[in-house]
């Protein structure tokens, strides 16, 4: 059972370009969100749906999208990439309500 | 401003010691998850408590959930060197999940 499964692990980018974060999950869950992690700050949440073609804005939405085409994926985008989007990104899937939130295993991105 | 405050924010102990972390917020939840991440990985849950006052035991780990459902604490008993890593407390918040900036543990031998 693979779980949440994100890719890539690493990332590398120039200031101004563009890239997307894919997240996958297998549970069937139709909760599922983005966060960032910096250093004394937890986890942020940036995104977030609650089912295929429903997104919403979480604590720290600018200059990333997001869409759900199925209920399995969620991929994040970052149109113009800025420093300060350097990050750990983490995707999470779980049933909603409260209950169990599963993780990937991170992006580590940074912006040059 | 975090919507759930932590502390201590770094907690550096010896093995055999105690400890209790702390999870404070002016809103009410519906539920409180703990988490724990370890370096390179992604939070994995350790409990969830739902009801005000609700006290759960896993092994060493006591967790409570205030009366008010606004706070929550982590009690580790005899802490052991496995123990480090950062403790995240978690809340259901409308319709999506908000985290605290974690308690940074490191246990030594």
């Known amino acids: 059972n693979a779980g949440v499964t994100q890719t890539p692990k690493f990332q590398v980018l120039k200031t101004g370009q563009s890239m997307t974060l894919q997240c996958a999950q297998d549970?069937?869950?139709?909760?599922m969100s983005w966060y960032r992690q910096d250093p004394g700050m937890g986890l942020r949440l940036i995104h977030y749906?609650?089912?295929?073609?429903?997104?919403d804005q979480g604590e720290v939405p600018n200059g990333y999208n997001v869409s759900r085409s199925t209920t399995e994926d969620f991929p994040l985008r970052l149109l113009s990439a800025a420093p300060s989007q350097t990050s750990v990104y983490f995707c999470?899937?779980?049933?909603?309500?409260?209950?169990?939130?599963?993780f990937g295993q991170g992006t580590r991105l940074t912006v040059v | 401003t975090q919507l759930l405050e932590q502390s201590p924010q770094f907690l550096s102990i010896q093995e055999g010691e105690n400890l209790t972390v702390y999870c404070n917020s002016s809103s009410v939840f519906s539920s409180l998850q703990w988490y724990r991440q370890e370096p390179g990985e992604g939070p994995v849950l350790l409990v969830t408590v739902v009801t005000g006052g609700e006290v759960k035991k896993l092994k060493r780990l006591t967790f409570q959930f205030g009366d008010a459902r606004k706070d929550s604490s982590l009690h580790i008993t005899a802490a052991q060197p496995g123990d480090t890593g950062l403790y995240l407390c978690a809340g259901a918040h409308n319709n999506d999940m908000r985290f605290g900036a974690g308690t940074r543990l490191t246990v030594k031998p």
């Open positions: 549970m069937n869950h139709e909760y």
């Open positions: 999470a899937s779980s049933g909603g309500g409260g209950t169990e939130a599963f």
């Open positions: 749906s609650v089912g295929a073609g429903i997104t």
